[in-house]
């Protein structure tokens, strides 16, 4: 992106993509924390903010909008995008992700005029697009994981007190493993 080459963005956004150019968004979730629009804010904001600027620009310049956004409501949009990415720390792919999609008309919307409300209530069918897909995910991971049975087995024979505390050790693990997906589900909103 840095370089300009929308040929190069395309070829790397394509690991993000699952056949017939769907996002994958288990492959999306697994960038490293560095390449997360909040992270890389708080190394380097003007490098973020300039990627960011350069990408809306490209993608509107290939929208054919009849009325686009002038350099001062990019600037604004670009700062809205990276102060709003902390709220489900999303990566730099998942933007560029998203702005792909927009200008391959995925999203309905009008080439009339583009502002940036607009623009963030497209943005924010991505985001909830990517939460449900994360839901489902984490779930299927826990119907896998739950369907492996307990890892604490043992084939040794116990006590009906070693037993009782077996129990409760795994009672108190799943209550523990509760209250962490309640609050990464509360982070992630």
Known sequence: ?????????NLILRQFKIDGGAVNFPAVLSVPMEHRIPMMAKNDFNKINMLIIGALTMAFESM???????????LDLSEAIIDTAAEDNLSFEDFMLFLQNMTWGKYEMSYESFDIPKFMKLFEIYRQQRYEAVMEYRENQHLEF???????RSTKPTTDFEEHLQQYTEKLQAKNDEIKLLRREAKDK
């Open 1 to 9: 992106m840095e370089a300009g080459n929308k040929r190069e963005v």
């Open 64 to 74: 054919n909008l009849k009325r686009g956004m002038n350099e001062m409501q990019i």
């Open 146 to 152: 739950k369907g492996l049975g307990s890892a604490e």
